[in-house]
């Protein structure tokens, strides 16, 4: 697994990214919505969610993971630094809230049926942001 993109020429990237490499948005769409199926059902994280917009928070999801994992760059290009935890600001992040955040994310890349190590290595960046984003105490 390729993990690091290389330039070429032109500025071309050689070789493939980690969003190739598991099926591009795709597999990113599937996930996100998977994991959205997951927090509609829950009391903690619903409230968090605009009803209103969950395509967009859908949209806006998939985007900056494939843009995070070597895709597109279409989330910066229309939304700027992504800057996760500004954003996230507003919620209430409790370890409770995160919990519940990583257990409908780890169904949902349980779903993707990835290869061993790529699924590993999803699991860990998805496990790290998520505790990253906690900003309160309880």
Same mark, same amino acid.
């Given at each position: 697994?390729?993990?690091? &993109?290389?330039?070429?020429?032109?500025?071309?990237?050689?070789?493939?990214?980690?969003?190739?490499?598991?099926?591009?948005?795709? @597999?990113?769409?599937? &996930?996100?919505?998977?994991?959205?199926?997951?927090? +509609?059902?829950?009391?903690?994280?619903?409230?968090?969610?605009?009803?209103?917009?969950?395509?967009?928070?859908?949209?806006?999801? @998939?985007?900056?993971?494939?843009?995070?994992?070597?895709?597109? @760059?279409?989330?910066? *290009?229309? +939304?700027?630094?992504?800057?996760?935890?500004?954003?996230?600001?507003?919620?209430?992040?409790?370890?409770?809230?995160?919990?519940?955040?990583?257990?409908?994310?780890? @169904?949902?890349?349980?779903?993707?049926? &990835?290869?061993?190590?790529? *699924? *590993?290595?999803?699991?860990?960046?998805?496990?790290?942001?998520?505790?990253?984003?906690?900003?309160?105490?309880?």
């Amino acid at each position: 697994m390729n993990l690091q &993109l290389r330039m070429g020429e032109g500025g071309d990237v050689v070789g493939s990214s980690f969003w190739s490499e598991v099926g591009g948005r795709a @597999t990113f769409e599937r &996930l996100v919505r998977r994991f959205y199926e997951g927090v +509609r059902g829950d009391e903690l994280l619903w409230p968090m969610y605009p009803e209103d917009d969950l395509e967009g928070a859908i949209q806006r999801l @998939t985007g900056f993971l494939e843009q995070y994992w070597g895709g597109p @760059t279409a989330y910066s *290009q229309e +939304r700027g630094h992504p800057r996760l935890r500004m954003r996230h600001a507003p919620f209430p992040v409790s370890p409770e809230a995160r919990d519940h955040w990583l257990a409908h994310m780890r @169904t949902a890349v349980d779903e993707l049926e &990835l290869a061993p190590m790529q *699924q *590993q290595v999803l699991w860990d960046y998805l496990e790290r942001a998520a505790h990253a984003m906690v900003n309160r105490a309880g």
